[in-house]
C-alpha cells in the first residue's frame, strides 16, 4: 500500500556531506498523516534510529550519535523526506532505511521500510 524508495547515499570522504531522500508513494500517503524516520544498519550490528519527524514537521527526534551533524526535514506535497548529513564520520557508515509510521509515531513502531541506501564514508 505504501512504497518507500530512498535515494542519496553513496561514498564520501570523513568530514563530507551526503543528502539523502525518501519518497513515499501509494493510496495511503494521500489519505493518512504518518511520520517517518530514518535507521541505519552497519556491518554486524542490529538496525538502529537515527531521526525521525512529525506529518507536520514540528517534532524531531535525533539519536544522540548524530545529533548536530544530521538534520531531518520533510516536504509533504512532495511526500519526501530528507535526511541532511554533515560532518560524516567513517562510524556513520551504514545501509540507511526510510520508514514511515502510521498507527503509532515511526520511532514506537514502523510500518513501511524502504530498501535501504548504502552509505559509505572513508578515512
Known amino acids: 500500500q505504501v512504497q518507500l524508495v530512498e535515494s542519496g547515499g553513496g561514498l564520501v570522504q570523513a568530514g563530507g556531506s551526503l543528502r539523502l531522500s525518501c519518497a513515499a508513494s501509494?493510496?495511503?500517503?494521500?489519505?493518512?498523516?504518518?511520520?517517518m524516520g530514518w535507521f541505519r544498519q552497519a556491518p554486524g550490528k542490529e538496525r538502529e534510529f537515527v531521526a525521525a519527524?512529525?506529518?507536520?514537521?514540528?517534532?524531531?527526534n535525533y539519536a544522540d550519535s548524530v545529533k548536530g551533524r544530521f538534520a531531518i526535514s520533510r516536504d509533504n506535497a512532495k511526500n519526501t523526506v530528507y535526511l541532511q548529513m554533515n560532518s560524516l564520520k567513517p562510524e556513520d557508515t551504514a545501509v540507511y532505511y526510510c520508514?514511515?509510521?502510521?498507527?503509532?509515531?515511526?520511532?514506537?513502531?514502523?510500518?513501511?521500510w524502504g530498501q535501504g541506501t548504502q552509505v559509505t564514508v572513508s578515512s
Open positions: 520508514a514511515a509510521g502510521f498507527k503509532v509515531y515511526v520511532t514506537r513502531g514502523a510500518d513501511y
Open positions: 501509494g493510496p495511503t500517503v494521500s489519505t493518512y498523516t504518518y511520520s
Open positions: 519527524i512529525s506529518w507536520s514537521g514540528g517534532s524531531t
